[in-house]
T-cell receptor, first 115, second 113 residues
Framework: SQTIHQWPATLVQPVGSPLSLECTVE??????LYWYRQAAGRGLQLLFY??????ISSEVPQNLSASRPQDRQFILSSKKLLLSDSGFYLC??????????????FGPGTRLLVL | AQTVTQSQPEMSVQEAETVTLSCTYD???????LFWYKQPPSRQMILVIR??????QNATENRFSVNFQKAAKSFSLKISDSQLGDTAMYFC??????????FGKGITLSVRP
């Protein structure tokens, strides 16, 4: 069966520090991968998605970036964090192609607090 | 662009009773998919149920069922025999040809003992 991991689970960082959040998927190959951010009590905002190694699409311009160095690894980064980067970050995967593969499956998330 | 609207910010239901969560969407696509996700206090998003737009039959998953009205662009979730573990935030989501999900703002459901 497929599983998705995210780490760290919780992170407290000072303003201006760098960021690296990691997401890995097991049990599937060539997945589509997604990064979302959720502010407290609000909906999900798609940040990045990837359909393959090295292929990243950005949905919202900001000081975050994403990379996909391996087929099942997705990394969210920042060189200098802002207070507004605080939130709950969720990674998700879906199979490629159509049909019910349109469903996305989410990891446990990372709580980021920027102070 | 697609939009998903969940107009009720919160609802409450007595344990063992039935509750319906509303969702409407707007799209010019003809082939698409609709989903309900549950986010419990742990905040992990869990897929509850999915519906393909080309299927007329409403999807069901145990105590969860949907009422899909394509012409009205409505996609409501019915939870039967509500349980305390159903307390969560519920998100309606839409996916069209490019595979990206558009989420509604969510509704907070509280199940009272």
């Amino acid at each position: 069966s497929q599983t998705i991991h995210q780490w760290p689970a919780t992170l407290v960082q000072p303003v201006g520090s760098p960021l690296s959040l990691e997401c890995t998927v097991e049990g599937t190959s060539n997945p589509n991968l997604y990064w979302y951010r959720q502010a407290a009590g609000r909906g999900l905002q798609l940040l990045f998605y990837s359909v393959g190694i090295g292929q990243i699409s950005s949905e919202v311009p900001q000081n975050l970036s994403a990379s996909r160095p391996q087929d099942r690894q997705f990394i969210l980064s920042s060189k200098k964090l802002l207070l507004s980067d605080s939130g709950f970050y969720l990674c998700a995967w879906s199979t490629t192609g159509g049909g019910s593969s349109r469903a996305q499956y989410f990891g446990p998330g990372t709580r980021l607090l920027v102070l | 662009a697609q939009t998903v609207t969940q107009s009720q910010p919160e609802m409450s239901v007595q344990e063992a009773e039935t509750v319906t969560l509303s969702c409407t969407y707007d799209t010019s696509e003809n082939n698409y998919y609709l989903f309900w996700y549950k986010q419990p206090p742990s905040r992990q998003m869990i897929l509850v149920i999915r519906q393909e737009a080309y299927k007329q039959q409403n999807a069901t998953e145990n105590r969860f069922s949907v009422n899909f009205q394509k012409a009205a662009k409505s996609f409501s979730l019915k939870i039967s025999d509500s349980q305390l573990g159903d307390t969560a935030m519920y998100f309606c989501a839409f996916s069209a040809s490019r595979g990206k999900l558009t989420f509604g703002k969510g509704i907070t459901l509280s199940v009272r003992p």
